[in-house]
T-cell receptor, first 115, second 113 residues
């Protein structure tokens, strides 16, 4: 498809479990962002990739959260030992260039529910 | 560090009335500024952005915003609201030279027939 694809669209898991969320960006987009959005709030920055490397991971809340982008395309957000407070919609966005020169294109998100 | 505040978590306007959604930002360097819209059950999409040049920028669907450095503001306006404008609107900022984009808490716009 032409847009940013995120899978799964919905994930329900139990507290303490491990979760992976996948983002497939628009072909050719070198920049990739992960955000977390809780109900009634704006997207909260988690991490930003330029190519394969994490250019800024200052938004990752703790060491249970980790993201990779090994080939500079698909990215996976990994959450270990999930907690109920991790429940949110996780958004992925990609861009051909930085925000000053390009536009962030968002996927529809992965809704994570931790029971 | 950048930050964004949006005055009014919820705004209601009558159809045909002026839409004004407020955004103030904090940035240590000249900013890039954005407005994104999120329609129900859809992903965020860019409405408009300010990077350099003209401080009044026009976007899609008749929206525009003006960058006012002295007020650190980037308010979004539309002269006449339409029912289809009902959505969540997010203001965002990025420090020039950096690619991290920070979003505000959002304003939910309702349009009353």
């Amino acid at each position: 498809g032409a847009g940013v694809s995120q899978t799964p669209s919905n994930k329900v898991t139990e507290k303490g479990k491990y979760v992976e969320l996948r983002c497939d960006p628009i072909s050719g987009h070198t920049a990739l962002y992960w955000y977390r959005q809780s109900l009634g709030q704006g997207p909260e920055f988690l991490i930003y990739f330029q190519g394969t490397g994490a250019a800024d991971d200052s938004g990752l809340p703790n060491d249970r959260f980790f993201a990779v982008r090994p080939e500079g395309s698909v990215s996976t957000l990994k959450i270990q030992r999930t907690e109920r407070g991790d429940s949110a919609v996780y958004l992925c966005a990609s861009s051909r260039a930085g925000p000053g020169r390009g536009e962030l294109f968002f996927g529809e998100g992965s809704r994570l529910t931790v029971l | 560090a950048q930050s964004v505040t949006q005055l009014g978590s919820h705004v209601s306007v009558s159809e045909g009335a002026l839409v004004l959604l407020r955004c103030n930002y904090s940035s240590s360097v000249p900013p890039y500024l954005f407005w994104y819209v999120q329609y129900p059950n859809q992903g965020l999409q860019l409405l408009l952005k300010y990077t350099t040049g003209a401080t009044l920028v026009k976007g899609i669907n008749g929206f525009e915003a003006e960058f006012k450095k002295s007020e650190t503001s980037f308010h979004l306006t539309k002269p006449s609201a339409h029912m289809s404008d009902a959505a969540e609107y997010f203001c965002a900022v990025s420090d020039r030279g950096y690619d991290k984009v920070i979003f505000g808490p959002g304003t939910s716009l309702s349009v009353i027939p």
